[in-house]
């Protein structure tokens, strides 16, 4: 199981539509990161949020931190096929704060 | 871009064979980190180093040594390689200047895809 769930695994979009994927875990964190990987690279860190209910915006992308602190959003507006890529959200825990990873949302954008 | 090269980029070894990953950067960061990758589990940290000489376990650590005589280099060793370690490993870089831990900037590498026979 992991410790941070992401939904959904995959997603396909025409390019303009909206889209929101999901982070949750049944455990607090002090703060979340999300990043993207497109294939055959490294992720590359979008966004840290570190206040429960807090929003950050990213040009079309907007991020939410719940009020909790147990779980995140991400929204993106009119989605662009630069936007295709996976979206992983990543927290610290445990007693070394070591970074933990839920396994990704697929996203492609078609055109 | 981050100055963080990965060595090899691919490789095929052999069960029971020793494998060693290389990770070089060229930004003096402080932290380095081995991640692993594989199909829903997302990233996975294996070992971390906050200086050189100065190394953690992390979350999947059995199977993995790693050492650091440089601030540039941070390498990965697989002693005798299983199945199980085939994956698509990743090393990360940060500083010390984001803040409270878990809030820093990761800058990670391009990745070595390690296929064990």
């Known amino acids: 199981t992991q410790l941070l769930e992401q939904s959904p695994q995959f997603l396909s979009i025409q390019e303009g539509e909206n889209l929101t994927v999901y982070c949750n875990s049944s455990?607090?964190?002090?703060?979340l990161q999300w990043y993207r990987q497109e294939p055959g690279e490294g992720p590359v860190l979008l966004v840290t949020?570190?206040?429960?209910?807090e929003v950050k915006k990213l040009k079309r992308l907007t991020f939410q931190f719940g009020d909790a602190r147990k779980d995140s959003s991400l929204h993106i507006t009119a989605a662009q096929p630069g936007d295709t890529g996976l979206y992983l959200c990543?927290?610290?825990?445990?007693?070394?704060?070591?970074?933990?990873f839920g396994a990704g949302t697929r996203l492609t954008v078609k055109p | 871009d981050a100055g963080i090269t990965q060595s090899p980029r691919h490789k095929v070894t052999e069960t029971g064979t020793p494998v060693t990953l290389r990770c070089h950067q060229t930004?003096?960061?402080?932290?380095m980190y081995w991640y692993r990758q594989d199909p829903g589990h997302g990233l996975r940290l294996i070992h971390y180093?906050?200086?050189?000489?100065?190394?953690d376990k992390g979350e999947v650590s059995d199977g993995y040594s790693v050492s650091r005589s440089k601030t540039e280099d941070f390498l990965l060793t697989l002693e005798s390689a299983t199945s199980s370690q085939t994956s698509v490993y990743f090393c990360?870089?940060?500083?010390?200047?984001?803040?409270?831990?878990?809030?820093?900037?990761?800058?990670f590498g391009p990745g070595t895809r390690l296929l064990v026979l």
């Open positions: 990360a870089i940060s500083d010390s200047s984001g803040g409270a831990w878990g809030q820093e900037t990761q800058y």
């Open positions: 455990s607090v964190f002090s703060s």
């Open positions: 949020v570190v206040t429960g209910g």
């Open positions: 990543a927290g610290p825990l445990g007693e070394n704060n070591d970074m933990r």
């Open positions: 930004e003096n960061h402080r932290y």
């Open positions: 180093s906050y200086g050189v000489k100065d190394t």
